[in-house]
């Protein structure tokens, strides 16, 4: 299930990102606190057989390799490569996500231009929006290991309701050896051409309409094909890979600290704990795994896409839009502003508070606007918020009409 944290951080306030350092799923720590682990404990090993095991003359050997390896880790380009890596992951992550195939443009065009109250008309319009959700079922199949697992073989969607038996069998009378989520397409569009034929589409500019957006829906399904077909060359993820882990190695050897008697350049003091090589290996590494967990986001991390529920939610309200809903509106009313040339909604409490902060510098304005109106702001409190809370304050304008609006349609 996606991680969402976007009301945690609404409002931009000091140390407003520091809650969420402290969460635990979808976090680096989670991702990362395994590696990190293998590392301290090499680094460690690394340290005690230095300090320990080897004698003086082994001492010194290691001494020159160790400052060999940090001389030469810094030559290996690992921000540019992994920087490069990773944007480019994250801007394919997000144009699959834009990619996503949603059914609500179709279901609304199919509720509005497919006619018929009997149950033939009922029949054409689910059945219309079945394919459109058989489409993209077959297509998350493809390439998403969640709804693959949910349903494994034709048999389970046959069972869960998108397909017929009899549909089964004409589907697997297409002999192709490529990826047939085209086929209820096809029957998409045969059906909706009858439809017209039978004048349950009454103009053809209507059915022109739902068969372009069709063809828009068809194009959302092909490029989420098109990303699992094609992905970032291997050879470029090997490279990043690669860069990352021998500088992590080289960092194991080369960053440990060295006899301060021997006068090495930078290893005046014996600090034990490398502090920022530490930091810099979470980083790197963190960064290594952010590519990781982005570059198929139809897996089943924390941070993946939701596939199984865009099928759930697509299924039923595509259903409702085109079967309950068809023709189904309420009566029209006089709204509340109907003789009212400037509507302004009312305010809750939080939000007049808000708003207040953002009107202080009509202060003045207000001021004198509330001296004239002092007795019917007294009854309009009274009836809105507790008055003690607003002894203090100044109501501007905009929010005193709205507010006297509000105590007026509520009297």
């Keep these: 299930m996606t991680v969402t944290y976007s009301s ?11 809650r969420l350092l402290l969460r635990w799923r979808g976090s680096i720590y989670k991702l990362l606190y395994r590696e990190f682990i293998v590392f301290v404990l090499l680094y460690t090993l690394v340290s005690l057989v230095y300090r320990l095991a080897l004698s003086d003359p082994e001492k010194r050997f290691f001494e020159k390799l160790a400052l060999h390896c940090n001389k030469y880790a810094e030559q290996i380009p690992v921000t540019f490569v992994l920087g490069f890596y990773v944007t480019l992951v994250v801007n394919r992550w997000w144009n699959q996500f834009v990619n996503l195939p949603w059914p609500d443009r179709l279901m609304f065009l199919v509720s509005s231009c497919v006619h018929g109250h009997d149950e033939q008309g009922r029949l054409l319009r689910r059945t219309l929006m079945r394919y459109v959700n058989l489409t993209s079922l077959l297509i998350f199949r493809s390439v998403s290991t969640a709804v693959c697992k949910r349903f494994p073989t034709m048999e389970h969607v046959v069972e869960a309701g998108f397909m017929t038996p009899e549909e089964r069998k004409i589907f697997d009378a297409v002999k192709s050896p490529h990826l047939k989520y085209w086929i209820p397409v096809v029957w998409f ?21 739902i068969l372009n957006e069709m063809n828009t829906f068809r194009t959302w399904c092909s490029t989420l ?18 860069a990352v882990y021998t500088f992590i190695f080289a960092c194991i050897i080369g960053r440990q600290f060295l006899d301060p008697a021997q006068g ?22 963190g960064w290594l795994k952010v590519a990781e967990q982005l570059i198929n986001p139809f897996g089943e991390d924390d941070d993946d896409f939701e596939a199984n529920w865009c099928i759930d939610r697509n299924l039923q309200v595509s259903l409702i839009a085109v079967d309950e809903m068809h023709m189904n509106f309420p009566p029209m009313t006089k709204d509340i502003y109907w003789n009212d040339s400037e509507a ?68």
């Design 264 to 285: 090495y350049p930078g290893h005046d003091q014996d600090f034990y704990v490398p502090i920022f090589t530490m930091l810099q290996f979470f980083f790197y590494s």
């Design 189 to 209: 569009s045969n059906m909706a051409s009858r439809a017209r034929t039978e004048g349950r589409i009454k103009d053809s500019v209507d059915l022109q309409t």
């Design 225 to 242: 094909f098109g990303y699992d077909w094609v992905g970032i060359p291997l050879v470029y993820t090997q490279v990043v890979t690669l």
């Design 8 to 18: 945690k951080v609404a409002n931009a306030t000091f140390f407003g990102f520091h």
């Design 344 to 411: 302004l909604p009312p305010y809750t409490l939080a939000a007049s508070w808000s708003e207040d902060m953002t009107t202080r510098h009509t202060h003045a304005h207000t001021h004198a606007h509330t001296h004239t109106h002092t007795h019917t702001r007294k009854c309009i409190l009274k009836s809105y918020v507790c008055k003690d809370m607003w002894k203090n304050s100044h109501l501007s304008s905009a929010r005193y009409l709205s507010e006297r609006r509000w105590t007026r349609g509520h009297d």
